[in-house]
């Protein structure tokens, strides 16, 4: 009840003669009685609760209130006004309707909304604002909480249900209810059969109706099971709450502004598949390069396709090792480039001949020229030369040299002067191997969800493996060719037609389906001047349930087997391995303490950062968030005072 301070108020507010201008930058209402406006004096508002709102109303009720324009040095018509409200289920935001200002006051109203008449309580509310001051810093500007209770009343109709349910809630009263059907059946039974004679049938048709009641009972829970793997009361408080659901997505991380503190509603993880591929420009072999040592250096060939320099301070004599390579069948006539660093011991490349002449030398970011007469020399040779005169200070450390004649000299490592994926020079085809989903706000708050995985999520084009917070699911798959398989003779006129294939291979009917494979390349069918084509069913046209491994190396057309027998047997050591897509996707479940740990994961109020630990390549994420109401209407609000040109 207002004291007789505010009353005294309200009249000395309501007699004052103030010339009122209408704010247009607030929703209006036709008021077919002019509100009591209730005062706001020194950031206290001043109790209204002889204006009365019942349960159950809804947009229903106005209440007024009378602000000083001019507070802390503020001027409340040139900031966003706004009304919260405190419930038991929760806060919520709206803006105020009827703004209008004179040159003193501030009046506004508030339009109960239903959210805030759901329960006989009482609620709190505040009148707020928010803008910036004279220099461009951000301020927010509240009242004191006010106490307004709400009355209770009957219900309309068959009743207004109750705000925000929980799953677990609904869950119970569907039960009670089916429960207390069949309780009433068996009431009605046992009533029937204890009644006079001439009874009995209606006993029996209501002990049927009983026992059919409970066994729909019976059926309905179990048919709810699935439901509850991985159930999390609050993924349903979540859907049925009345909030703003905001989205973002990124790669390996998402970072929101605008969110809430609570739950993550939703959030999907899609991997990716990776896999290392080579030009075959590399001509220079690393790992022909044994244990070199003299003078107080090692040098030795490394298995990435350098070679590594080890040792400290200066040579205490020459170091003068050689490599001789006699296998030059990947040189050709013309320009040979190496680009390499200048190194203690040095690496040189020559082109010798039989009489150890020097044909052509080649040292660090040189060019030369190899001419069709040095490669018909007799005996020539590729030689690699590692030397140093004494005294010369050693540099340790792994180098990567680029020897090649086609190409950009990007490096890459030694493939036999072929490209690869090739059976002689496999590649691993790379997954997205997730393992934890961490959530960090900006006061360095965390969480984090650690995720096992059975196999790593694969991704070819669009079609992607992808995890959400209570399910994995595939749409890719990874094949496996161990050479047990059916596998025949295909020859044709032409190489890249001719080699092997697995007859029925393939686990669904394909038509030169994209993939990646371990020792080849999918092509979409016949592809001139690839060698080793994987084709994932027969072509495009019409396809079929068959693997192909066409103009493959080990195809033989001499051979009276084609080379089939090699091939198998290659396969039983060096497994054949794709990766492509299904049709149909498939789903199972995330193990329950995985999905206990995702459905713990919380946005932080203000900034959040989500991250995705993972090897392999970084995966795409998507999240849903719950939004700040208030960040949603700032944000709101700033775009409209940028579109008008300045500060509503």
Same mark, same amino acid.
């Given at each position: 009840?207002?004291?007789?301070?505010?009353?005294?108020?309200?009249?000395?507010?309501?007699?004052?003669?103030?010339?009122?201008?209408?704010?247009?930058?607030?929703?209006?209402?036709?008021?077919? /009685?002019?509100?009591?406006?209730?005062?706001?004096?020194?950031?206290?508002?001043?109790?209204?609760?002889?204006?009365?709102?019942?349960?159950?109303?809804?947009?229903?009720?106005?209440?007024?209130?009378?602000?000083?324009?001019?507070?802390?040095?503020?001027?409340?018509?040139?900031?966003?006004?706004?009304?919260?409200?405190?419930?038991?289920?929760?806060?919520?935001?709206?803006?105020?309707?009827?703004?209008?200002?004179?040159?003193?006051?501030?009046?506004?109203?508030?339009?109960?909304?239903?959210?805030?008449?759901?329960?006989?309580?009482?609620?709190?509310?505040?009148?707020?604002?928010?803008?910036?001051?004279?220099?461009?810093?951000?301020?927010?500007?509240?009242?004191?909480?006010?106490?307004?209770?709400?009355?209770?009343?009957?219900?309309?109709?068959?009743?207004?249900?109750?705000?925000?349910?929980?799953?677990?809630?609904?869950?119970?009263?569907?039960?009670?209810?089916?429960?207390?059907?069949?309780?009433?059946?068996?009431?009605?039974?046992?009533?029937?059969?204890?009644?006079?004679?001439?009874?009995?049938?209606?006993?029996?048709?209501?002990?049927?109706?009983?026992?059919?009641?409970?066994?729909?009972?019976?059926?309905?829970?179990?048919?709810?099971?699935?439901?509850?793997?991985?159930?999390?009361?609050?993924?349903?408080?979540?859907?049925?709450?009345?909030?703003?659901?905001?989205?973002?997505?990124?790669?390996?991380?998402?970072?929101?502004?605008?969110?809430?503190?609570?739950?993550?509603?939703?959030?999907?993880?899609?991997?990716?598949?990776?896999?290392?591929?080579?030009?075959?420009?590399?001509?220079?072999?690393?790992?022909?390069?044994?244990?070199?040592?003299?003078?107080?250096?090692?040098?030795?060939?490394?298995?990435?396709?350098?070679?590594?320099?080890?040792?400290?301070?200066?040579?205490?004599?020459?170091?003068?090792?050689?490599?001789?390579?006699?296998?030059?069948?990947?040189?050709?006539?013309?320009?040979?480039?190496?680009?390499?660093?200048?190194?203690?011991?040095?690496?040189?490349?020559?082109?010798?001949?039989?009489?150890?002449?020097?044909?052509?030398?080649?040292?660090?970011?040189?060019?030369?020229?190899?001419?069709?007469?040095?490669?018909?020399?007799?005996?020539?040779?590729?030689?690699?030369?590692?030397?140093?005169?004494?005294?010369?200070?050693?540099?340790?450390?792994?180098?990567?040299?680029?020897?090649?004649?086609?190409?950009?000299?990007?490096?890459?490592?030694?493939?036999?002067?072929?490209?690869?994926?090739?059976?002689?020079?496999?590649?691993?085809?790379?997954?997205?191997?997730?393992?934890?989903?961490?959530?960090?706000?900006?006061?360095?708050?965390?969480?984090?969800?650690?995720?096992?995985?059975?196999?790593?999520?694969?991704?070819?084009?669009?079609?992607?493996?992808?995890?959400?917070?209570?399910?994995?699911?595939?749409?890719?798959?990874?094949?496996?060719?161990?050479?047990?398989?059916?596998?025949?003779?295909?020859?044709?006129?032409?190489?890249?037609?001719?080699?092997?294939?697995?007859?029925?291979?393939?686990?669904?009917?394909?038509?030169?389906?994209?993939?990646?494979?371990?020792?080849?390349?999918?092509?979409?069918?016949?592809?001139?001047?690839?060698?080793?084509?994987?084709?994932?069913?027969?072509?495009?046209?019409?396809?079929?349930?068959?693997?192909?491994?066409?103009?493959?190396?080990?195809?033989? /057309?001499? /051979?009276?087997?084609?080379?089939?027998?090699?091939?198998?047997?290659?396969?039983?050591?060096?497994?054949?391995?794709?990766?492509?897509?299904?049709?149909?996707?498939?789903?199972?479940?995330?193990?329950?303490?995985?999905?206990?740990?995702?459905?713990?994961?919380?946005?932080?109020?203000?900034?959040?950062?989500?991250?995705?630990?993972?090897?392999?390549?970084?995966?795409?994420?998507?999240?849903?968030?719950?939004?700040?109401?208030?960040?949603?209407?700032?944000?709101?609000?700033?775009?409209?005072?940028?579109?008008?040109?300045?500060?509503?």
């Amino acid at each position: 009840m207002a004291t007789v301070d505010e009353i005294l108020t309200r009249q000395a507010y309501a007699a004052g003669d103030e010339t009122w201008t209408k704010d247009n930058n607030y929703p209006s209402y036709t008021m077919y /009685a002019e509100p009591e406006y209730v005062p706001v004096t020194n950031k206290r508002i001043a109790d209204f609760n002889d204006q009365v709102s019942v349960r159950g109303e809804q947009n229903a009720q106005f209440v007024g209130f009378q602000l000083p324009r001019y507070d802390d040095a503020m001027d409340l018509t040139k900031q966003n006004l706004y009304i919260h409200y405190q419930t038991v289920y929760g806060g919520s935001d709206g803006v105020p309707c009827n703004v209008s200002w004179s040159d003193n006051y501030v009046r506004m109203c508030w339009m109960i909304p239903g959210q805030a008449t759901q329960q006989p309580e009482a609620i709190q509310m505040m009148i707020y604002a928010t803008g910036t001051n004279s220099v461009g810093d951000r301020t927010v500007w509240k009242t004191l909480p006010a106490t307004y209770t709400i009355h209770d009343g009957l219900e309309i109709g068959g009743g207004i249900p109750e705000p925000d349910p929980s799953w677990y809630e609904q869950f119970v009263a569907q039960m009670e209810g089916k429960v207390s059907t069949a309780q009433g059946y068996a009431n009605d039974a046992q009533a029937s059969k204890t009644a006079a004679a001439g009874s009995a049938t209606a006993a029996a048709q209501s002990a049927d109706a009983s026992a059919k009641a409970l066994a729909e009972n019976k059926d309905y829970v179990e048919s709810q099971k699935e439901t509850f793997v991985g159930y999390n009361k609050r993924e349903t408080d979540l859907k049925y709450a009345n909030v703003l659901i905001g989205s973002a997505s990124g790669t390996g991380r998402v970072t929101v502004g605008d969110a809430w503190g609570t739950p993550i509603p939703d959030l999907g993880v899609a991997g990716k598949s990776d896999q290392f591929t080579t030009t075959g420009a590399q001509l220079f072999d690393a790992s022909k390069i044994p244990v070199l040592t003299a003078g107080g250096a090692t040098v030795v060939g490394t298995a990435d396709g350098g070679y590594r320099i080890s040792g400290s301070g200066d040579l205490t004599s020459s170091f003068y090792e050689t490599v001789k390579i006699t296998d030059i069948s990947m040189l050709k006539p013309g320009n040979i480039m190496l680009k390499s660093e200048a190194t203690v011991p040095k690496l040189s490349i020559k082109l010798i001949n039989s009489s150890s002449a020097t044909l052509l030398e080649l040292s660090e970011n040189q060019t030369k020229t190899i001419t069709e007469d040095m490669l018909n020399t007799e005996g020539v040779y590729l030689q690699y030369m590692l030397y140093g005169p004494s005294s010369r200070t050693i540099t340790p450390g792994t180098y990567y040299p680029m020897l090649y004649q086609d190409g950009d000299g990007t490096w890459e490592p030694y493939t036999g002067g072929q490209p690869s994926p090739s059976p002689d020079y496999p590649q691993e085809i790379v997954g997205t191997d997730v393992t934890a989903v961490t959530v960090l706000g900006d006061d360095n708050q965390s969480k984090t969800a650690t995720i096992q995985l059975t196999a790593p999520l694969h991704g070819i084009g669009e079609y992607r493996d992808r995890i959400t917070m209570t399910k994995r699911i595939d749409r890719c798959v990874e094949l496996t060719f161990d050479g047990s398989e059916d596998w025949r003779v295909r020859s044709w006129s032409r190489p890249t037609t001719s080699g092997f294939y697995a007859l029925g291979g393939l686990p669904e009917k394909m038509r030169a389906r994209p993939g990646l494979c371990n020792q080849g390349t999918v092509t979409p069918g016949e592809t001139e001047g690839v060698i080793n084509q994987i084709w994932l069913g027969s072509s495009p046209t019409y396809g079929s349930v068959d693997l192909y491994v066409m103009n493959n190396s080990f195809y033989n /057309a001499e /051979a009276d087997d084609k080379g089939l027998a090699a091939w198998k047997a290659h396969l039983a050591s060096h497994p054949l391995k794709i990766v492509t897509y299904l049709d149909t996707p498939v789903e199972t479940d995330l193990p329950a303490a995985t999905q206990s740990a995702l459905n713990a994961l919380t946005t932080f109020t203000g900034t959040t950062h989500i991250t995705i630990t993972a090897g392999g390549p970084e995966p795409d994420v998507a999240v849903e968030y719950v939004q700040d109401t208030k960040a949603v209407i700032a944000d709101i609000m700033a775009q409209i005072n940028e579109i008008r040109g300045g500060t509503t």
